[in-house]
């Protein structure tokens, strides 16, 4: 978590904010005692209490060693809350005490996930932009899909183990029923960082034509289909901006990515030169919360163009801010946005489809407003935070 990380000072590689966000909540429930259990670059267990929450990490090596009897010793847990099916400390607690009341969180769905990797790049492309990096790290298209499909092996043994799982959408609870049909499945949205709550979106006060995008650092997240539509809308809004968060591709921050690039950030460099959109592209790099939420209040639209998502907080992040929203119709997305209600839904390898539906935000104001005012008032309703502490409490009690 980034509180104890910043303290430890190592690196958080994931701000996990919805786990951010909800135990921010949940420690200041009456009767209610809070640990968080995660790997990091420590040679043995370590423990930090901070703000009223015990944080217990574990080597990196907890993959191979069973840390979890004590992690026991240090916080004996009434209900044991697991985030994500695909990591290995997770699957050695199933393994190893299935008997304890566990409840797991379904993120993404690798076993899904896998066949939709490739998010339509051509075979051809993906030979050609394979860099020495990719071989040497057995990352890149190939190597990544096949991690892919290594880590939805052991999601399904994880899942066949379970007994309770929690989710948020159709799409993750036909997929997670479709390994194991006995599991008990809960429903709960998930909570959001407070700066998102305030809004503050006016279209009077926004950046004309301007759409954002949340990061494109492989091919699930589509933004490769993005560029095309971003050149079709510079013909007709020559000043049209994309903004993309994270890693600048042309300024990485660590110099062996410079010297050894990955195949994915080259083959979008190579698109951004073959449609002649360099200028019209920002990259923001990686933003907190707050500066999230003061970025989204100034766009036009934000696009989520993900060839296979669950339920993303990235699509809600923008409704409670109230920016106007198209996204891919795929996973859990379309019951997030209602299509010509409160966003625009679009096959996610149809560039000038979403060309048209930015375009129709960017030409009517008052189409714009409609979305985002209903957009917002869908969000808070389904993402009130009362609302979601009691109801991941009542699920906490039925697992007990």
């Known amino acids: 978590m980034p509180e104890v990380a910043k303290r430890l000072g190592i690196g958080s590689k994931h701000p996990v904010s919805w786990i951010e966000a909800m135990s921010a909540k949940l420690k200041l429930q009456k009767g209610v005692a809070l640990a968080i ?51 290995d400390q997770s699957y050695q607690l199933l393994k190893n005490h299935g008997d304890k009341p566990i409840i797991i969180s379904l993120q993404g769905i690798l076993t899904e996930y896998q066949h939709h990797y490739y998010a339509g790049v051509e075979f051809l492309d993906m030979i050609r932009f394979t860099t020495l990096r990719d071989v040497l790290k057995k990352q890149g ?42 599991l008990n499945y809960y429903y709960c949205p998930r909570m959001i960082r407070a700066p998102f709550y305030e809004g503050g ?81 920002v990259f923001t790099g990686a933003l907190n919360a707050e500066q999230l939420a003061l970025h989204l209040r100034k766009m036009n639209v934000v696009v989520l163009p993900s060839s296979i998502e669950n339920a993303p907080n990235s699509i809600v992040e923008a409704q409670l801010v109230g920016v106007p929203v198209v996204a891919s119709f795929v996973g859990g997305n379309m019951e997030m946005v209602h299509h010509d209600d409160d966003g625009f839904l679009y096959c996610y390898n149809e560039p000038n489809m979403l060309s048209e539906y930015v375009s129709r935000i960017f030409e009517d104001y008052e189409l714009a407003k409609s979305f985002s005012e209903k957009a917002r008032e869908h969000a808070l309703k389904k993402h009130d935070p009362g609302k979601l502490v009691n109801t991941l409490l009542d699920i906490y009690s039925k697992i007990r």
């Open 37 to 87: 259990v995660s790997r990091a670059p420590v040679s043995k267990i370590k423990v930090s209490d901070l703000e009223g929450i015990k944080y217990i990490l574990l080597p990196n090596d907890c993959n191979k060693v069973d840390y979890w009897n004590e992690v026991f010793t240090l916080f004996n847990p009434e209900v044991i809350h697991v985030y994500g099916t695909e990591s």
């Open 141 to 182: 298209f190939f190597a990544g899909r096949r991690d892919f499909i290594r880590r939805s092996k052991k999601e399904q043994e994880l899942l066949k183990m379970a007994k309770n799982v929690e989710g948020r959408s159709t799409w993750d609870k036909v997929s997670a029923l479709n390994i194991n049909p006995e």
């Open 201 to 281: 979106w006016d279209i009077g006060k926004v950046e004309s034509h301007s759409i954002f995008v949340h990061q494109g650092n492989y091919p699930v997240k589509g933004l490769h289909f993005v560029i095309p539509a971003l050149a079709q809308l510079k013909i007709k809004y020559p000043g049209v901006k994309l903004y993309v968060s994270g890693q600048d591709l042309y300024s990485p921050t660590a110099q062996y990515t410079k010297l050894l690039p990955y195949g994915y950030p080259n083959y979008l460099k190579y698109l951004i030169k073959k449609y002649n959109v360099r200028d019209s592209i």
